[in-house]
Nanobody, 125 residues
Framework: QVQLVESGGGLVQAGASLSLSCAASVRTFSSYTMGWFRQAPGKEREFVAA????????YYADSVKGRFTISRDNAKNTVYLQMNSLKPEDTAAYFCAARRGTWLRTSRQQAYDYWGQGTQVTVSS
């Protein structure tokens, strides 16, 4: 069983930056692909970014490409999401997710096995 705990959310103004963290309680963290998803009120959960187990590969949604950066520290069992140039449309609950197995460049939620509880990001205009 993998437990994921997100942190770092908050209220910021448009144009600001915010960094999210997701700590995983699993000994084999370095074997998991990690992803970030988000869900705005009244909308479906959507893919944001993913990173392979060794951090060699990353994948971003077009809506965040060039503004967000996903990274990981396998020694700390943590994945990060650096968010720059935030926009009001980035307002959402952000969830991290873990996927067993090989790297798969996919935005599908069904590809992920474990989920955190989420952290709220609110961007004011």
């Amino acid at each position: 069983q993998v437990q994921l705990v997100e942190s770092g959310g908050g209220l910021v103004q448009a144009g600001a930056s915010l960094s999210l963290s997701c700590a995983a309680s699993v000994r084999t963290f370095s074997s998991y692909t990690m992803g970030w998803f988000r869900q705005a009120p009244g909308k479906e959960r959507e893919f944001v970014a993913a990173i392979s187990s060794s951090a060699i590969s990353t994948y971003y949604a077009d809506s965040v490409k060039g503004r967000f950066t996903i990274s990981r520290d396998n020694a700390k069992n943590t994945v990060y999401l650096q968010m720059n140039s935030l926009k009001p449309e980035d307002t959402a609950a952000y969830f991290c997710a873990a996927r067993r197995g090989t790297w798969l460049r996919t935005s599908r939620q069904q590809a992920y096995d474990y989920w955190g509880q989420g952290t709220q990001v609110t961007v004011s205009s």
